[in-house]
């Protein structure tokens, strides 16, 4: 197959849905491929394929930089982008807005549906609300989930403020499905008494203009979080928590 070029799915999101719509903010592993070129794709699967993984490689940099996804429905925008959510851009070393190839094969081994998972919440706010429902609602978007990996989680509940979550534990394999699985769920309880993102301890996110806009955003939009939140003597400062943060990635990048 040929390359296509990545593209960022916030950008083909905020193109289709309207200002009030928050389903962008949903996490997803799905990419959004040219019409012409998906169904070139598919030709390589099984007739019997209940659902279409590809593994997407960064072209500019070695062959770990890799992950595995599923495919969405087709675009018609053009021929040559790929839609891939941001978060998965990250981790495969793409970290800005230039035109980078990307490959894209299909995945063909069997995955085993998810048993258990051990999540690693990287913010303290999190916390104080029902985690479990909290993560229920934002892995049931996603096809799979892998192993070591950090992903985002966007709080409803919290006015949408953003965070991070590092997947400690999957079973039974570190890539499995998590589609229509009924899932045992444990939490990795490290950082609930943290005031701050210990980012300078989670792998898998990169220091780039988009992630440190976003986490301005995020402080600025939940200043005040509710009363019980801001009455806390221990909670920091929106400009403290951004600082900090900071700080954090500047130590692991340094």
């Known amino acids: 197959m040929s390359m296509l070029i990545a593209k960022r799915k916030s950008l083909y999101d905020a193109a ?4 009030n719509d928050k389903s ?22 099984p007739d019997n394929s209940g659902m279409y ?6 072209t500019t940099r ?9 495919i969405g429905i087709p675009h018609f925008a053009d021929k040559l982008s790929a839609f891939v959510p941001d978060w998965i ?7 800005t807005e230039d035109d980078i190839p990307i490959k894209i ?16 919440p990287l913010d303290s706010l999190v916390f104080s609300i029902d985690i479990v429902s909290c993560f229920e609602k934002a892995l049931m978007n996603l096809t799979i989930l892998t192993e070591g990996v950090t992903i985002p989680i966007t709080i409803p509940e919290l006015g949408y403020h953003e965070t991070f979550a590092y997947i400690e534990k999957v079973e039974p394999q570190i890539i499995s499905l998590v589609h229509s699985a009924d899932i045992e769920v444990d939490f990795n309880r490290e950082y609930e008494e943290s005031n701050y993102i210990p980012n300078d ?18 402080v600025q ?5 509710s009363n019980e939140v801001v009455s806390e003597p221990n909670v920091l400062s929106p400009e403290e928590r951004r600082k900090r943060i900071r700080e954090s990635w500047a130590k692991k990048y340094s």
């Open 105 to 120: 094969t299909p995945y063909l081994e069997h995955i085993p549906l998810i048993k258990k998972v051990v999540i690693k």
């Open 62 to 70: 070695s062959s770990e930089n890799t992950y595995t996804v599923s």
């Open 16 to 19: 289709i849905s309207d200002n």
């Open 89 to 95: 851009l990250n981790i495969i070393g793409i970290t």
């Open 201 to 218: 301890q989670v792998p898998n996110v990169h220091i780039n203009e988009t992630i440190n806009n976003a986490i301005n955003e995020s």
């Open 221 to 225: 939009q939940n200043t005040i979080i």
């Open 24 to 45: 962008s903010l949903h996490l997803s592993d799905h990419i959004i491929l040219p019409s012409y070129y998906l169904t070139k794709l598919i030709e390589q699967y």
């Open 53 to 58: 993984l590809a593994t997407i490689t960064n």
